[in-house]
T-cell receptor, first 115, second 114 residues
Framework: DGGITQSPKYLFRKEGQNVTLSCEQN?????MYWYRQDPGQGLRLIYY???????QKGDIAEGYSVSREKKESFPLTVTSAQKNPTAFYLC??????????????FGPGTRLTVL | AQSVAQPEDQVNVAEGNPLTVKCTYS??????LFWYVQYPNRGLQFLLK??????LVKGSYGFEAEFNKSQTSFHLKKPSALVSDSALYFC????????????FGSGTRLSIRP
């Protein structure tokens, strides 16, 4: 999974609790992304960041928040406002911000289950 | 708006036979096309991409894909399937005007029977 680590691998949360998913990369990539994967729906973009201290909403940002204080780190917080948070969460990065030809590299994912 | 479609949820192939996983796309500018593979409970792994040039792109694990501009397709192929090829395959597209976002298809589950 190429220099991107996500932790934890499995996460259980009670309803009403916030939880933070970690994503770290040592590839010196500028851009980082968070996706949510549900069965039969492919990947949906939650948030992305092209540079430190800047990030943009994706297609399904409601109920999520992010920060990008360091180039190598892009944590995702799933808040209690997210109505259906149980899913597989994938973090990705690519080398050049705005480079359309760049390949995205993915972390191993975190499976979040709300009890 | 850019989009990508994978019309088959599942493809079943016998080991040793050729396989094809279909993908069609829609973009307003030049398409940049990607194929990824996902094994259970793992992240996506890059297989190959088309940027420009030769319409036949060769990638990892013996896979290749053919870019067809007139049919707006980018089908993934392999001449001889292996049981270990069984996985979930995603097609993705970017265009040059929105370079920071990549759009993924819904995925096709490939099952290779011995």
């Amino acid at each position: 999974d190429g220099g991107i680590t996500q932790s934890p691998k499995y996460l259980f949360r009670k309803e009403g609790q916030n939880v933070t998913l970690s994503c770290e990369q040592n590839l010196n990539h500028d851009a980082m992304y968070w996706y949510r994967q549900d069965p039969g729906q492919g990947l949906r973009l939650i948030y992305y960041s092209q540079i430190v201290n800047d990030f943009q909403k994706g297609d399904i940002a409601e109920g999520y928040s992010v920060s990008r204080e360091k180039k190598e780190s892009f944590p995702l917080t799933v808040t209690s406002a997210q109505k259906n948070p149980t899913a597989f969460y994938l973090c990705a990065s690519n080398p050049l911000a705005g480079g359309a030809t760049d390949t995205q590299y993915f972390g191993p994912g975190t499976r979040l289950t709300v009890l | 708006a850019q989009s990508v479609a994978q019309p088959e949820d599942q493809v079943n192939v016998a080991e040793g036979n050729p396989l094809t996983v279909k993908c069609t796309y829609s973009v307003s500018g030049n398409p940049y096309l990607f194929w990824y593979v996902q094994y259970p409970n793992r992240g996506l792994q890059f297989l190959l991409k088309y940027i420009t040039g030769d319409n036949l792109v060769k990638g990892s694990y013996g896979f290749e894909a053919e870019f067809n501009k007139s049919q707006t397709s980018f089908h993934l192929k392999k001449p001889s399937a292996l049981v270990s090829d069984s996985a979930l395959y995603f097609c993705a597209v970017r265009d040059g005007s929105s370079a920071s976002k990549i759009i993924f298809g819904s995925g096709t589950r490939l099952s290779i029977r011995p």
